[in-house]
């Protein structure tokens, strides 16, 4: 099982990966609050031949299920070009938040929207690595915080090879229980692609996306250790920096 977590310093993800030890890490391709174009990474070369993994995430703005043009046509550009960006760091994914709509009246519009975005760039011959898209923590109109909701969204989806990111914060904060959830997820997508292992600051189905370390949130670490061990895909924590070594210590003991 190949752990890690998400690279604090863009600038060097791989000495940050060899330090903790980890056999994966997650990183960003451009200010995850921009809409900047991606550029080359100086240490492309020595990401790509590392034996380290590397998955992307995507921008924090992306709505690709928004009804709003002038949101949702720049998140699809960023995908495709931030999927580019992390093909030539030869990452495994690009992860993307599903996103969501302003109203009931437009979740259908939303859903519609992903298939769109695959459709559209399958006719310029497909993302340049995995799309995994990621279940999010709150909002009463997203695509993918509960889990009928991910259910129409693979309808819509699944035929174009999607992957999945199970976020385990993000399932409680969203009031989905993580006892079983596993087996849940994949009798919806067929799959997990990533898993971002965190707990939470919050109560189940606070909608709150608030990170916490292992020992320190309202999720059983043993809990999610066993989401670690039924899921078998690598798995990324995104827990706070100070915590993130006793973390990986936790899960390497439990996961023997």
Same mark, same amino acid.
């Given at each position: 099982?190949?752990?890690?977590?998400?690279?604090?310093?863009?600038?060097?993800?791989?000495?940050?990966?060899?330090?903790?030890?980890?056999?994966?890490?997650?990183?960003?391709?451009?200010?995850?609050?921009?809409?900047?174009?991606?550029?080359?990474?100086?240490?492309?070369?020595?990401?790509?031949?590392?034996?380290?993994?590397?998955?992307?995430?995507?921008?924090?703005?992306?709505?690709?299920?928004?009804?709003?043009?002038?949101?949702?046509?720049?998140?699809?550009?960023?995908?495709?070009?931030?999927?580019?960006?992390?093909?030539?760091?030869?990452?495994?994914?690009?992860?993307?938040?599903?996103?969501?709509?302003?109203?009931?009246?437009?979740?259908?519009?939303?859903?519609?929207?992903?298939?769109?975005?695959?459709?559209?760039?399958?006719?310029?011959?497909?993302?340049?690595?995995?799309?995994?898209?990621?279940?999010?923590?709150?909002?009463? &109109? =997203?695509? +993918?915080?509960?889990? /009928?909701?991910? !259910?129409?969204?693979?309808?819509?989806? *699944?035929?174009? @090879?999607?992957?999945?990111?199970?976020?385990?914060? &993000? =399932?409680? +904060?969203?009031?989905? /229980?993580?006892? !079983?959830?596993?087996?849940?997820?994949? *009798?919806?997508? @067929?799959?997990?692609?990533?898993?971002?292992?965190?707990?939470?600051?919050?109560?189940?189905?606070?909608?709150?996306?608030?990170?916490?370390?292992?020992?320190?949130?309202?999720?059983?670490?043993?809990?999610?250790?066993?989401?670690?061990?039924?899921?078998?895909?690598?798995?990324?924590?995104?827990?706070?920096?100070?915590?993130?070594?006793?973390?990986?210590?936790?899960?390497?003991?439990?996961?023997?």
């Amino acid at each position: 099982m190949r752990i890690g977590a998400h690279v604090r310093d863009e600038s060097d993800p791989i000495g940050f990966g060899e330090k903790l030890g980890a056999e994966v890490v997650q990183m960003f391709v451009v200010d995850p609050q921009s809409w900047d174009k991606p550029v080359p990474h100086p240490r492309a070369a020595e990401i790509v031949a590392s034996p380290i993994d590397v998955v992307v995430h995507s921008s924090y703005q992306i709505n690709v299920a928004s009804t709003n043009n002038r949101l949702r046509m720049p998140s699809r550009n960023a995908v495709a070009q931030q999927a580019a960006a992390a093909a030539e760091l030869g990452a495994f994914g690009l992860v993307v938040h599903g996103g969501h709509v302003r109203s009931d009246a437009e979740l259908a519009a939303g859903y519609e929207n992903w298939r769109k975005l695959f459709e559209r760039q399958q006719d310029k011959g497909g993302f340049a690595v995995p799309i995994l898209i990621e279940n999010t923590a709150g909002g009463n &109109h =997203a695509m +993918a915080r509960y889990f /009928d909701s991910i !259910g129409r969204l693979w309808d819509q989806v *699944g035929d174009f @090879g999607a992957g999945f990111c199970l976020d385990t914060c &993000h =399932a409680w +904060a969203g009031g989905e /229980d993580l006892v !079983g959830v596993v087996e849940r997820i994949k *009798g919806i997508t @067929g799959r997990i692609d990533l898993v971002h292992l965190n707990s939470s600051r919050d109560e189940f189905d606070s909608g709150a996306d608030r990170h916490a370390n292992l020992a320190d949130g309202t999720i059983d670490p043993q809990l999610l250790a066993e989401v670690c061990r039924t899921a078998d895909a690598p798995v990324i924590l995104e827990t706070p920096v100070d915590g993130v070594a006793a973390d990986l210590a936790y899960l390497r003991e439990h996961l023997g």
